[in-house]
């Protein structure tokens, strides 16, 4: 009887233990990897099953990498995530999960997922690599860097379309790198602005970077990356395009980007774009019906 009761609470002990460790991994913020899929949807290869195959585990090895990665941030910010009001809930700042373990687990992640990611070839692995060098020098310098933070953020943003391109072997598109750089600055931007409107006073204590940002300054660069992100898509679908039928998706990408700007500013969700996406409907109904026009535009008419 007793050692059943000793086996019950190890499954117990391990069950809880792996469910603080996905969480650790972010599994929500995964949909960032989403992008992998642009260049296969634009590229005219959604119909080949190899390439959304490749194009599928590729952005499997990018969510786990970034998981792992997503740990050591958390390790290194641990101390100011516990004077936050919702980062204190993170397995690492509430104690629940010790250091040592979730930092043996993020090692043996990013090992396995790099690895993985050579798999796909090397020019793929090589980007995988790139983003974990970029991710890793963010959480240890570059985020409490002015302008460069945000920059480095994007950067993150164009390598995952790159590894999409490559994966399937195709050229990666200037317009896809550009409109890439401005949409993820637009994100960046609203998501200081959200620390900044959460914190307070508190704020340059959570990130040193937050000092040199005012809330004036960051809506003078979102109403410059705003309409540059709208400008950069409607080039794009007027002139890049082998269809010029994609410029009736412009409302689409008008409506999602002036929704999540009132969403950043009234409800104050900025912060977590994942979040504002999966939590809002209207925002949701507008980029799954942008992708459903895509798809339909450049396979079906």
């Known amino acids: 009887m007793e050692g059943t009761a000793t086996r019950v609470a190890t499954v117990a002990r391990f069950s809880g233990n792996a469910k603080l ?12 990897n989403g992008l ?32 792992g990665l997503y740990i050591i941030n958390d390790a290194l910010d641990i101390e100011r995530d516990k004077q936050h009001s919702t980062k204190c809930n993170r397995p690492l700042a509430s104690g629940k999960l010790s250091l040592p ?9 990013i090992s396995l997922s790099l690895g993985a990611a050579f798999t796909l070839g090397l020019p793929f ?12 020098s963010y959480s240890l310098w570059i985020k ?12 993150g943003f164009v390598l ?14 200037p317009w896809l790198v550009i409109c890439t750089i401005c949409l993820s600055l637009f994100l960046g931007l609203t998501k200081r ?4 409107a959460s914190l307070k006073d508190d704020a ?28 950069c898509y409607s080039l794009y679908t007027f002139t890049a395009s082998s269809d010029y039928r994609l410029m009736y998706t412009i409302p689409l990408v008008i409506f999602g980007m002036l929704r999540y700007l009132y969403l950043a500013e009234s409800k104050d969700v900025a912060g977590a774009p994942e979040t504002a996406l999966l939590g809002d409907v209207p925002l949701l109904t507008a980029v799954l019906w942008w992708g459903l026009c895509v798809v339909t535009i450049v396979y079906f008419v």
């Open 144 to 155: 409490h860097i002015v302008i460069l933070d945000v920059f480095s953020i994007s950067f």
């Open 21 to 32: 460790l996905l969480t650790c991994l972010r599994p929500k913020q995964w949909i960032k």
């Open 204 to 231: 340059t204590s959570h990130r040193r970077a937050l000092e040199h940002y005012s809330l004036p300054l960051l809506d003078k660069m979102i109403a410059v990356v705003t309409p540059s992100t709208l400008m």
């Open 125 to 136: 692995g090589v980007i995988a690599a790139l983003y974990a060098a970029n991710v890793l």
């Open 36 to 67: 992998l899929l642009a260049p296969l949807v634009f590229a005219g290869k959604l119909l080949e099953l190899d390439s959304v195959l490749k194009v599928s585990l590729g952005a499997v090895f990018f969510s786990l990498l970034a998981g």
């Open 160 to 173: 995952r379309a790159a590894a999409g391109a490559y994966v399937i072997n195709v050229g990666v598109s």
């Open 101 to 109: 373990a979730a930092l043996s687990f993020a090692a043996v992640v």
């Open 193 to 196: 602005r959200a620390e900044i």
